[in-house]
């Protein structure tokens, strides 16, 4: 399946890669973190979600996204579909690192979907956890990322805001809040010498 976008438009790995980038210059991203991705590549070609899935996309996309990934450094978790229960592809040392569950599937493109079935042939050593705390997300296509996301989800609006027909949304994540009405959330150059009882 080839995508035909208009001539003066990016192609799909630009703009993917347009709209991680300016996620990442968003969140500070880089060693250590990670981002989820969610994606439906059906969406992506003007279809409804799970009827029109391909490879060929998937592996537009993950070109954009690796760019990105290189520039910056952080990790990338990529959502399967609901047939694996939106488990997450990964490289084994990430798994590792996390202490996280490995959970027993191959993605393919009917149960996985396309990106993250070609996201799995892309890693060096893949495999499927069930569950992530991820510091940002990509939505392409509306396939539910909130999930994976740490509290507390964040929307950020990027300049872009589809990849081909595909609406992307995006998300960065903060720390919880903590406190009452003598909390403070921002360093002061003098602390306040009231102290608590």
């Known amino acids: 399946m080839t995508i035909e976008l208009d001539s003066e438009q990016p192609g799909l790995h630009e703009q993917t890669a347009a709209i991680l980038r300016e996620l990442a210059l968003a969140g500070q991203l880089g060693h250590g973190q990670i981002v989820v991705i969610g994606t439906s590549t059906s969406e992506v070609a003007g279809k409804r979600i799970g009827t029109s899935g391909a490879i060929e996309v998937a592996q537009q996309l993950l070109a954009g996204i690796s760019e990105v990934q290189r520039e910056f450094g952080f990790d990338v978790v990529f959502q399967c579909c609901e047939h694996l229960n939106r488990a997450l592809v990964m490289e084994r040392s990430l798994l590792t690192r996390l202490g996280l569950t490995e959970v027993g599937a191959v993605p393919v493109p009917k149960a996985g979907g396309s990106?993250?079935?070609?996201?799995?042939?892309s890693l060096t050593d893949p495999?499927?956890?069930?569950h992530v705390q991820a510091h940002?997300?990509?939505d392409i296509g509306e396939t539910m990322i909130g999930m994976h996301l740490r509290h507390v989800a964040v929307p950020f609006r990027t300049t872009l805001r589809y990849i081909g027909d595909a609406r992307v949304?995006?998300?960065?994540?903060?720390?919880?809040l903590i406190g009452g009405e003598r909390a403070v959330y921002r360093m002061e150059e003098q602390p306040d010498s009231t102290f608590c009882d």
């Open 136 to 138: 940002a997300g990509m």
């Open 127 to 130: 495999c499927l956890a069930e």
């Open 169 to 176: 949304t995006t998300a960065l994540t903060r720390p919880k």
């Open 115 to 121: 990106m993250a079935s070609a996201a799995y042939r």
